[in-house]
Structure formats: structure tokens, C-alpha cells
């Protein structure tokens, strides 16, 4: 069964969860101002530019390198910066990929920590709004695409993801298919049934590749990106 959309100007069912940066209450009543729907009592947007927060783990890829830091693309306004004594006895190349957490945020930049380099494999992005549907309820989500699939995958809050194993473009079709349909009911059931298949599930998406394959974004897109806070919230 499909959700409800709600666009903007539309108001949100009494007792809704909701990001004052996506809603405005105006005479007793909340109104949206982006498209979304409600899932478990919370309005979310469909698409949202990601604002980053301290503790979260991102995906990005090194684009630039100094003696005492490296600098990570993070498809996001912001700038990611890991200090080289960060990585103790390793370096990292130009075109690495990492995941890190976000220890701090000074300005428009992510000071990170806690680096995993991701050697080989796939990445690919996809919107941060569709993040926790991919990843699922307690991870149940991620966890049965990697079962299916026999693959290693960590996706970031960012909304790049990295995937290593022996099914990739498997796991990448399903994740696609997440994206497209994050609005649906019983997308467990299609996202299992496609994978034990092989088939599509029960739509027929089209084919898509990866936005990235192991390669750096392009900088001006990345500047080019404009902040939206996406984290706090209230109710309706």
C-alpha cells in the first residue's frame, strides 16, 4: 500500500513528529513545507540535503592530501578533513575511500577521526533522507541485501555507500530499487523476493548504474551543493 504524499502547504496529522526546518505551525496547526510522508508518526522528506552531526559515520574519498592531513570528498556542502596522525601506520592515495566518524564541525568543514579505509569494491550515492530505509529497522534491511547478495556494505549518514563481495551489482540493484520506493509498504518482502529470485521484485525498475565507481565527484558539484539542516524536532 502506498503512503500518503503530502505536499507543501498540506497539514500534518495532529500529534506528527517533525523537523521545524521541513514544517511551520501557524494558528494551532502544522503545515508542510517540502514533499514527504509520515512513517511511524515522524514527517519525512523525501529529499534533504544532508547536515551533518558529531558522531555520525560518513563515507567519503580522499581528493587531496598534505603532510599532515588528508582531504575527503563527503557529498555534502562541507569539506572533510583527516589529520594524518589519524591513521598511525598507514597513508592513504588520492582516490582512497574511508568511512570515519564526525568528531567535530568547525565551520563548513568535518574534522574526522576513527578512519576505516575501504579497499577495493564499488561506491555508489544515493540521497541521505533514503539512509534509514536503506540500513532498516535495526539494520534489517542492509543486513538481508548483504545475506542475499554475499557482500560487505557500509553506508554512510552522508549517503555514499561502499560495497565489496561477490554479488555487487546485485546489491547495488536492490539498494536503487530502496531509493525509488522508500514510500512503499512491504519493501522487505520485495527487496527479499527480488534477490532469492533474481527477478526484479514485483515493479520492473529500470536499470540504473552507480552515480560513482571508485572516483571522486566532481569539486564543483560538491560546491555547488547547498546546506539544509535536517536534524532537530518538534511536534505537530
Known amino acids: 500500500m502506498e503512503k500518503k504524499v503530502y505536499l507543501p502547504g498540506d ?124 540500513i532498516g529497522k535495526g539494520a534489517s534491511m542492509v543486513n538481508l541485501i548483504k545475506e542475499l547478495t554475499n557482500t560487505e556494505i557500509f553506508v554512510g549518514a552522508n549517503g555514499y555507500i561502499w560495497i565489496k563481495g561477490e554479488n555487487v551489482d546485485k546489491a547495488i540493484k536492490a539498494i536503487h530499487y530502496i531509493v525509488r520506493r522508500a514510500h512503499l509498504h512491504g519493501l522487505t518482502d520485495d527487496i527479499k523476493a527480488m534477490l532469492e529470485s533474481g527477478k526484479k521484485g514485483k515493479a520492473k525498475p529500470k536499470r540504473e548504474k552507480p552515480s560513482l565507481e571508485g572516483q571522486a565527484p566532481s569539486r564543483k558539484a560538491q560546491k555547488a551543493r547547498r546546506e539544509q539542516p535536517n536534524e532537530g524536532g518538534e511536534t505537530a
Open 11 to 134: 497539514e500534518l496529522p495532529k500529534g506528527t513528529r517533525y523537523n521545524p526546518a521541513i514544517a511551520r505551525r501557524e494558528g494551532g496547526k502544522v503545515y508542510t513545507t517540502v514533499v514527504g510522508t509520515v512513517e511511524k508518526g515522524t514527517f519525512v522528506p523525501y529529499e534533504m540535503a544532508y547536515v551533518p552531526q558529531g558522531g555520525e559515520t560518513i563515507i567519503g574519498v580522499i581528493y587531496d592530501k598534505k603532510p599532515s592531513a588528508y582531504f575527503v570528498d563527503t557529498a555534502t556542502a562541507y569539506n572533510g578533513l583527516l589529520l594524518s596522525r589519524e591513521l598511525r601506520s598507514t597513508s592513504l592515495d588520492v582516490g582512497d575511500v574511508i568511512s570515519a566518524k564526525i568528531s567535530r564541525i568547525e565551520g563548513t568543514d568535518f574534522i574526522l577521526s576513527y578512519p576505516r579505509v575501504l579497499r577495493g569494491g564499488k561506491i555508489l550515492r544515493v540521497p541521505s533522507s533514503k539512509v534509514p530505509r536503506i
